[in-house]
T-cell receptor, first 115, second 114 residues
Framework: GAVVSQHPSRVICKSGTSVKIECRSLDFQATTMFWYRQFPKKSLMLMATSNEGSKATYEQGVEKDKFLINHASLTLSTLTVTSAHPEDSSFYIC???????????FGAGTRLSVL | AQSVTQLGSHVSVSEGALVLLRCNYSSSVPPYLFWYVQYPNQGLQLLLKYTSAATLVKGINGFEAEFKKSETSFHLTKPSAHMSDAAEYFCAVSDQGGSEKLVFGKGTKLTVNP
């Protein structure tokens, strides 16, 4: 079946550095991918929609200069957290729609800890 | 705008007992509804979905959910809980327009006691 690979699964970084998270669709192409953020003991909040070959669409309140999204190919989207701060520490999850309508496949998530 | 309300952030059941996780939705357009399960430090796995066909939907691992338009509900049930069912469960809604955007509830953590 369709699989979404997300890497790294865990990253610890110093405040002020940038961190890149990769989301790959395996065995299928994804012109659209979604990036979610999950706060501790809370739900997933959609951050942005990544569009292959064009600019990402950000949800209200999400800083596009802070969370850079690149979707350069049909199987890869990246999220870069720029100048990370402790408040950016969170669980980030990507997803991609599969071949069947309204079925999304989720990556395993990335736990970001900013010291 | 769409929204999802999951009643009860924590549900605890005994092994073998009925599991009932509640979900109510709000949508101005016909919705698609989903239940996802999340194990610790993992992504989400689809349990089942409602997409305007049968109102009683059967999913994986013995779970099922019933879409009740009059009650705007989509509660998740399983007749007999297993220890392996302990996880976080999320109800989600999207519109039938095909935007694929999901709006999630806050989740319900299920604990299964031996």
């Amino acid at each position: 079946g369709a699989v979404v690979s997300q890497h790294p699964s865990r990253v610890i970084c110093k405040s002020g550095t940038s961190v890149k998270i990769e989301c790959r669709s395996l065995d299928f192409q994804a012109t659209t991918m979604f990036w979610y953020r999950q706060f501790p003991k809370k739900s997933l909040m959609l951050m942005a929609t990544s569009n292959e070959g064009s600019k990402a669409t950000y949800e209200q309140g999400v800083e596009k200069d802070k969370f850079l999204i690149n979707h350069a190919s049909l199987t890869l989207s990246t999220l870069t957290v720029t100048s990370a701060h402790p408040e950016d520490s969170s669980f980030y999850i990507c997803s991609a729609p599969g071949l069947a309508k309204n079925i999304q496949y989720f990556g395993a998530g990335t736990r970001l800890s900013v010291l | 705008a769409q929204s999802v309300t999951q009643l009860g952030s924590h549900v605890s059941v005994s092994e073998g007992a009925l599991v009932l996780l509640r979900c109510n939705y709000s949508s101005s357009v016909p919705p698609y509804l989903f239940w996802y399960v999340q194990y610790p430090n993992q992504g989400l796995q689809l349990l089942l979905k409602y997409t305007s066909a049968a109102t009683l939907v059967k999913g994986i691992n013995g779970f099922e959910a019933e879409f009740k338009k009059s009650e705007t509900s989509f509660h998740l049930t399983k007749p007999s809980a297993h220890m392996s069912d302990a996880a976080e469960y999320f109800c989600a809604v999207s519109d039938q327009g095909g935007s694929e955007k999901l709006v999630f509830g806050k989740g319900t953590k299920l604990t299964v006691n031996p």
